[in-house]
């Protein structure tokens, strides 16, 4: 007997959607994850879904922030909320060190570390969602065909970089999990 093993999974940004957006942030200690985080992605978690941090991090290639304590960070992201993998991208077309500057696929609205992680964790596409405070979130998560949640806890629709047209809009995390939550019972209806 055959069975799908493609798994679901929600992909968010990390700053404005599990912590705070305070411009580069270059330390754990300055990292401030939002009280409700850990909570949202166990709900995500509960309904079926992976929950996979893809983020751009140019501060490391722009000299702000050693790789090394980005992976701290990772780490601590992990543990603190939950989630199930980060993927960031440290490279910036004008970056200052010579290694990070560079055009490439993974750094948002690229698709490079959307499909690592959907080949990483054997991930489905339809059903999928991308959530996050910024334009180029929204146009990756479209290039990807997954769901695509604008937050205004971030960034949001009144500082986006260029326009986009997300299919839905949400306050924070926690209306992401009732966004998700209702679309999940009205597939579960219609299946």
Do not use: W
């Amino acid at each position: 007997m055959v069975t799908d093993t493609y798994r679901r999974a929600v992909f968010l940004d990390r700053d404005g959607v599990l912590t705070e957006e305070n411009g580069y942030i270059t330390s754990e200690k300055d990292m401030a994850i939002f009280p409700y985080s850990r909570q949202c992605v166990h709900e995500i978690k509960k309904m079926g879904y992976l929950v996979i941090v893809i983020t751009n991090q140019a501060a490391v290639g722009k000299g702000l922030l050693e790789e090394e304590i980005l992976k701290k960070m990772n780490r601590m992201l992990i543990e603190e909320t939950g989630v199930d993998a980060v993927y960031y991208c440290p490279h910036h077309p004008q970056a200052v060190l010579p290694g990070y500057r560079k055009e490439c696929k993974c750094r948002k609205p690229g698709r490079g570390l959307f499909e690592q992680a959907v080949s990483d964790f054997n991930i489905g596409i339809h059903g999928s969602y991308m959530a996050g405070d910024r334009a180029s979130d929204i146009l990756a998560g479209q290039r990807m065909g997954l769901h695509t949640i604008l937050l205004e806890s971030g960034y949001g629709k009144d500082n986006l970089e260029f326009n986009v047209m997300p299919d839905y809009y949400a306050q924070d995390l926690r209306s992401v999990c009732r966004i998700i939550s209702k679309d999940t019972r009205k597939e579960g209806d219609n299946g």
